[in-house]
């Protein structure tokens, strides 16, 4: 596996992928240039961890499948995203979201002065198949989410950090996706709880069949639930693989799962260094 990002092949979508990202470019204000070439792909039914620090192009990468950057003066500029075998980066995001594909928001993004009940009504507002339907899946939700039916009277700011996430994937889930692009579910909040809300993720993956794309820091616990990982860098994919593969190279274990001692630079700096020395030696 090359690790120069500039000889990294775009992947080749696969015949069940329901998510295919084909060498995209993106643009802040016509000028700054924060994704460089990234390809990926999300086959259906799995859960695909997209890793990095902050500031790799994590998030970018999301709200470049969502059709979120328009609001933030972001833009793709070459290439192009495909949901379900059809091109999706012209369509508005509700338009997307109608199709199956809905993205939760980093930071949980709740509606604070309304109840946890009235955040996933609102999650709700696209679907035209009428209130048994929707009442049907919020008792789903609940059951998936037992905190949630415990706390549904509660004004949603007035929660804890764990259960305005889980409000947050709650309110994804009744839109009644096929596809959640979930960023940085784990952060601000403690790690049993960031292992309890992983667990339902896995569960709504393997009964609901819900498709998955993780935009997370914690590479420790990204890798444990993904099937497949890719790992990102200053707007690029450095590295990609199977989830158990990444979870044993060592250098991922050393830059990304706190494996290893020595100051850190990156994980490009570091690749290069050790051709170099061998080149040399």
Known sequence: MSLNPASIPAPEPAGDGILSVNNIEVIYDH???????????????????LLGANGAGKTTTLKAISN???????????????????????????????????????????????????????GAFTRRDGWAAVKRDMEKVYDYFPRLRQR??????????????????????????????????SMGLAPQVVEEIFEIVRELNTKEGVSFLLAEQNTNIALRYATYGYIMETGRIVMDGEAAALRENEDVKEFYLGVGGGDRKSFREVKSYKRRKRWLS
Do not use: W
């Open 68 to 122: 979120l950057l328009h609001a933030e003066r972001g833009e793709v500029t070459k290439g192009s995203i495909q949901f379900k075998d059809d091109r999706v980066d012209q369509l508005s995001p509700n338009e997307l979201v109608r199709r199956g594909c809905i993205q939760v928001m980093e930071g949980r993004h709740c509606f604070g002065h309304l109840s946890i009940e009235e955040n996933l009504l609102t």
């Open 152 to 185: 549904k009277n509660s004004q949603a700011g007035y929660t804890s950090g764990g259960e305005q996430q889980m409000c947050a994937i709650g309110r994804a889930m009744m839109s009644k996706p096929s596809m959640i692009l979930l960023d940085e579910p």
């Open 31 to 49: 000028v700054i240039l924060v994704l460089k070439g990234v390809s990926l792909t999300v086959p259906k039914g799995g859960i695909v961890a």
